[in-house]
């Protein structure tokens, strides 16, 4: 497959942050709405409770799945058929309706109790949102084959049109009656997931007619069609796409690719296996928070929505920068390293490729986390001011918890990096060993988020997640060190930016800090 994986990723990261940026735009444009036009507590229904639950469902059903399936392309592609990966992409649609029954359950009848008033809302958009990650999860195989052949342009065109339907039928529902928002909220959710199928299925129903038809003509003719049809857009499309694997559009259906072995593949249901571990464990890691809110008396709806909102201006970075990065070089190094190789007996030159974008990309990451967190303290004020109002900032608790959150993105940065790369070449036996770690790591967060909640307030969620970050950061650089260290390379030295650069930002947060100080003294003056 003479694809460029490295300028793939590269690509993928940069194209995901455009989009990433349009989606936050988009969300919080609705948010803003919602704050100003339908009250906070409908906001902390959708954002905090609806949310989690589609969060939840979707990441437990397909990230095992997902992560593994991209690892045996790269590294067990002559034990694992094409018929394997496909009919393993829609196990995630039975996990799924597995996971869907007790989260109902738990949704409906467990967590914190709704206003009476939004009850009924409330329960339909629960069946909703379930019912949205069941369709969601079908077009798993064509998204999964759309990943593996770097069809990057695809991938943010459809997440593009998924997001648009989504929010112009909500918009146009709540619009028209402010007090019927969840029922939209759950009428967009089902939209934007049907959207997801058709689009998908759609374009390949295209491109694999296409691509069947270049081939015959191009076999069917001598050498001189190729020389006098080199512009033709079907060469630039398909030049490179021999070895796609699928002929019909059926073949995404389970079982309907022709395969000599097995239905499933054991070796891939046990890096599954091990993997659908680590996803449970990284969940409560990941919406730990919004767990603790939603289980416990901790904060009622309106305080969900302020931390929320709070919690995603925080998190911009994370969402736009840091996670496409995150996702591009986790792909990229489970292309480049072997789970199953130490490094010493691995091509050097991929190696000592890896051990330099991964000490890059911390670098970079590292660089950015630092600029939130010396500017983050000057302007946190100014940017709630202009997003919420003067009413939203009253008291002071959402500037507070937007300065304590640009702390938080420098662990964050250098913790999707390390982790990425640690989870993308270990082996399944290491994996299941960081699975009990792990465990440790989230029933401790979740007890230091309901202590430090207790004592701190709202606040107590950020120092506990920022604790619990460090410590995994600390045991993914020392699985980095150990690596590496029979060959005398040490990508953590690579880590940190330079001293210049580090003197200029916080010199220059230092002094855009004390020039907002002065200002905001006059005008209390």
Known sequence: MPRNILKSSLYDAGFSIIFQILCRIVTFGINAFIIRHVGREVLGIMNVRLLLLESTVLFLSREAVSRAALSATSQQREKCTWSQLINQQW?????????????????????????????????????????SCVIELCAEP????????????LKIGLNTLHIFVRSVIFLTIALTDSTAAIYAFAVAQLASAVTIVLSHYGFYAFY?????RYKEDRNASSSCFLKSDLRDWRKYLFENMDDFPLKKL????????????KFLNSELQILT?????????????????????????????EQQAMYDVVNNLGSLAARFIFRPIEDSSYFYFTQTISRDVALSDQDKTKVQEAGIVLGHLSM????????????GQSYSHTLLYLYGGADFIAGGLPEILLKWHCLAICFLAINGITEGYMFATNTSQDIDKYNYLLAVFSISFLLLSYLLTTIFGPVGFIFANCINMFCRICYSARFIWLQYKPLGINPLRDFVPSKMFLFTVFGGGFLCNSAMVSQLQLLAI
């Open 250 to 261: 059926s073949d995404f259906l389970p079982g309907v690719m022709k395969n000599e072995s």
């Open 208 to 212: 694999i007619n296409s691509l069947n």
């Open 91 to 131: 196990i995630t649609v039975i996990i799924c309706i597995f996971v869907c029954l007790p989260c109902c359950y738990v949704w409906l009848h467990c967590l914190s109790s709704v206003d009476i008033v939004y009850l009924d809302q409330y329960r339909f958009a629960c069946y909703a949102v379930l019912l």
């Open 142 to 153: 064509p998204v999964f084959v759309s990943q593996v052949f770097c069809f990057v342009k």
């Open 364 to 375: 970079t990451v590292i660089s950015i986390g630092l600029l939130a967190l010396c500017f």
């Open 273 to 301: 296996l091990s993997f659908l571990k680590q996803a449970v464990l990284k969940q409560i890691l990941t919406e730990g928070e919004k767990y603790v809110m939603s289980m416990s008396p901790v904060l009622n709806f």
